[in-house]
T-cell receptor, first 117, second 116 residues
Framework: EPEVTQTPSHQVTQMGQEVILRCVPI?????FYWYRQILGQKVEFLVS????????KSEIFDDQFSVERPDGSNFTLKIRSTKLEDSAMYFC???????????????FGPGTRLTVL | AQKITQTQPGMFVQEKEAVTLDCTYD???????LFWYKQPSSGEMIFLIY??????QNATEGRYSLNFQKARKSANLVISASQLGDSAMYFC?????????????FGKGTTLSVSS
């Protein structure tokens, strides 16, 4: 069964460093998302991406964040200058065309745990 | 105000028993979708079940069913015949405005522990 994949599974970085989190969405999906989950807290939306542009973003998604679909398969989240509070699990999700799945379900990857020291 | 409220931080159930995980939501939209996801200790988010605001029947997927009470704005997850592998965090989520590209809003989750 097709699935969303994410790399790396765990990233440790120093405060102020740039990190790129990578995702390979399900191959025929067109809508892509990033969410984050700070340890022990709820999952929060960051950004959605469709047709090579951001379609929606939250207040969390400030100028330090950017997303890109550099080729036909990858979807990346870049944090330019990491802060301690960026430590979290980052989930990529994707979904297909309207009606392709019940409720246009978003399917999540396994997550990347980012630790900022 | 919370959009999604899950009032049970933790639930405990014996194997083979049924359990209900509560979820209430707040929206002024007429068209919305409600989802439940399971997060095992390994961390991934697994889609379980979906209920649309216009669906008249309660959704079912195997051992999972959704007790949808629109007037009360509740969408409780019922797990029948619990198994040890059901031990996980469960999140209720909502998509408003009926727009497919719209973000999911999650509740804080309920930790379910199944014992033998």
């Amino acid at each position: 069964e097709p699935e969303v994949t994410q790399t790396p599974s765990h990233q440790v970085t120093q405060m102020g460093q740039e990190v790129i989190l990578r995702c390979v969405p399900i191959s025929n999906h067109l809508y892509f998302y990033w969410y984050r989950q700070i340890l022990g807290q709820k999952v929060e939306f960051l950004v959605s991406f469709y047709n090579n542009e951001i379609s929606e973003k939250s207040e969390i998604f400030d100028d330090q964040f950017s997303v890109e679909r550099p080729d036909g398969s990858n979807f990346t989240l870049k944090i330019r200058s990491t802060k301690l509070e960026d430590s979290a699990m980052y989930f990529c999700a994707s979904r297909g065309l309207a009606g392709a799945a019940p409720g246009d379900t978003q399917y999540f990857g396994p997550g990347t745990r980012l630790t900022v020291l | 105000a919370q959009k999604i409220t899950q009032t049970q931080p933790g639930m405990f159930v014996q194997e083979k028993e049924a359990v209900t995980l509560d979820c209430t939501y707040d929206t002024s939209d007429q068209s919305y979708g409600l989802f439940w996801y399971k997060q095992p200790s390994s961390g991934e988010m697994i889609f379980l079940i979906y209920q649309g605001s216009y669906d008249e029947q309660n959704a079912t997927e195997g051992r999972y069913s959704l007790n949808f009470q629109k007037a009360r704005k509740s969408a409780n997850l019922v797990i029948s015949a619990s198994q040890l592998g059901d031990s996980a965090m469960y999140f209720c989520a909502m998509r408003e405005r009926g727009q497919a590209g719209t973000a999911l809003i999650f509740g804080k989750g309920t930790t379910l522990s199944v014992s033998s």
